[in-house]
């Protein structure tokens, strides 16, 4: 048995010159130099003990244990379990971004080691990781989870402007907010048991699933409070704005990933420090796909050589807006019969049955499913589900471009995918990514809430298939810089410094 998976940074393989196409799409001179400064030695700084807090856990785990312990005892063996078998990665944000990013803190000798709390019920209480990181599962009884879930499923509608905020103004008052408060209860408690334990210099919380926890822990040292999602206080019930910026200010720094945010925060009345950061992708964890593979996952799904692929990457969630697609599609196929949509995506940790179990993202692609059906375009659209990553960089090659449709998004790392393959993008002014968007020089903008706005960008991109595409994808490339893993670090170790002054 073994897990190998390049996200460990090792093979228990015999080592092998790596072909071209196993290659990251960042291998060139400028970026080996981005690569080898990320942290300037001038910027160096003592090491520092970091306990991490996610709502999803990094690994998910499909075995329901036998009894707490009796599939775990070997936990501190972690490299005899089995990805896909015994594991897998949760996809989405912690493993394309928080993960990634503690690696290489602990590469760099910035971190000296790592604790990283989740919810996971149904893993072990603790999972040793290679390289100094340590997963601790919090265990939440079935009783408690369901209205966890339901009040975490209405702030996240809410902020998200599908529930509006007069039928949502009442949640703090009812018995599904207790559990999310429990929740966070048990989280802090849990926290706080390993704080006694490891004497930590920074507590690292993300997202809104866990804003609580910088009041709960009762400490005076560093907090650090990530805000993934994004922030409209015009979505924020006026009932709810007492408590939540009660919990932001707990907190000595909130982070948040587009300028739009931050002066959101300002107008919703926070004073305390707010930094803006662009969310990250290491592109060392992308590869150039070959032939043979790109062959193969079309095949999989039904592509035909001469097919135009519009490709949109997203979880099944009415968030994503993924119907306002099929509906250009429709609209565009008599012009362009040759038209293929394809989706790729399942459910989040809230829809997985290894999760919180919320059946939102079968309610959704069902939905898809009847849409593409009753618009005569069901066997031009393509559902994936959850893909491999070689699958996935093989469909990011094959596509002629990609699309975010989301009606809100705290940013779109799906975007910088698409730049790391020199792919034109169509993005919704929806998405925090959209501020390092210039419409027509490194992707297309549309508004999600203007009828027709998407075909016509997408028009744009099928009639001149060549020099404007060829144009959007290379300056995408270079705007993806932004948001690597190199960039990323340097503006952690920039606000760590910060924080350590304080």
Known sequence: MH?????????????????EEDRDLFSDPEAATLATTAVPAEGRMNA??????????????????????????????????????????????????????????????????VHWVSLNSHGPEMVRLPGGITLHNVTIQPEHLGGYGKAKEAIWSTVHGLNSPRSSRDLFWTDDY?????????????????????????FYIHDFQQLPIGQMLGTIKPKLF??????????????????????????DVVVVSSERYRGALRRFGHRGPVRRMYPCIDPAEYKRAGPDDIGAVTTKFGIGPNDT???????????????????????????????RLVLVGNGSFTSASSGLGIPKSRTWRRHLEETAASRGVHDRVVFT????????????????????????????????????????????????????????????????????????QMLRLLRDSGPLSRKLGEAGHQTARLCTLDAAVRDEVRLSGELGEN
């Open 3 to 19: 897990s190998v998976d390049s996200r460990w940074g090792h093979d228990a393989g015999t080592a092998a010159e790596p072909r």
């Open 48 to 113: 520092v003990s970091v306990l991490i807090n996610t709502q999803t856990p990094l690994l998910q785990f499909p075995r329901a244990p036998r009894g707490r312990h009796a599939m775990w005892e070997v936990e501190s063996n972690f490299s005899r379990l089995v990805e896909g078998e015994d594991y897998r990665f949760s996809p989405g944000g912690v493993s394309r971004m928080v993960y990634p990013l503690a690696r290489r803190m602990l590469t760099e000798g910035v971190w000296s080691d």
């Open 178 to 202: 207790g559990e999310y408060t429990y929740y966070n209860r048990v989280t802090a408690e849990l926290i706080r048991e390993l704080d006694l334990a490891h004497d930590f210099d920074l």
């Open 226 to 251: 990530r805000w993934h999602i994004p922030f409209d206080s015009r979505k924020i019930p006026a009932q709810w704005r007492p408590l939540i910026s009660t919990y932001l200010n707990s907190y």
């Open 309 to 339: 692929v519009v490709l949109v990457v997203a979880r099944m969630d009415p968030a994503k807006a993924q119907d306002r697609v099929i509906g250009a599609v429709a609209r565009l196929l008599p012009r362009f019969p040759r038209l």
């Open 385 to 456: 589900g959850h893909v491999s990553q070689s699958e996935l960089e093989s469909l990011y090659e094959r596509c002629a471009f990609t699309v975010l449709p989301s009606v809100r998004e705290g940013f779109g790392l799906v975007v910088v995918e698409s730049w790391l393959y020199h792919k034109p993008t169509v993005v919704s002014v929806r998405a925090g990514i959209a501020d390092l968007v210039t419409d027509g020089e490194n992707g297309l903008l549309f508004d999600p809430d203007r009828p027709r706005a998407l075909d016509r």
